[in-house]
């Protein structure tokens, strides 16, 4: 008889490492959003834009500390941080004018 081996892209490590990436990058993300705004940047703009990364970055930190992972979280994560940079600028003169 022959141990299956686990498919490489459902290993539990895997979603470790993709949930400390987004906490990395959601720490990252959150300090270019502070120095464009010391730099002169739209305060309350760059904030919104900031916060669902922020707050995935929160989630997986949590995630971490409890040591639990999920895929939900880790695919979630990929789409709204693709998704994020991909639309960042219009998203951010979208809250400008809508805040302003």
Do not use: C
């Not at 290993?11 to 990395?24: G, M, P, S, Y």
């Not at 002169?40 to 919104?48: A, E, F, I, K």
């Amino acid at each position: 008889m022959t141990a299956q081996k686990p498919k490489p892209f459902t290993a539990e490590k895997n979603k470790l490492i993709i949930t400390k990436i987004i906490v990395i990058y959601s720490a990252f993300f959150l300090v270019l959003k502070i120095s464009a705004i010391i730099q002169g940047g739209w305060v309350v703009t760059n904030l919104l834009v900031a916060l669902p990364l922020v707050l995935l970055g929160l989630l997986g930190y949590y995630f971490l500390k409890t040591n639990t992972t999920n895929w939900i979280y880790a695919i979630g994560s990929i789409v709204l941080v693709s998704v994020m940079r991909y639309y960042e600028q219009d998203l951010t003169i979208w809250i400008h004018n809508l805040v302003s």
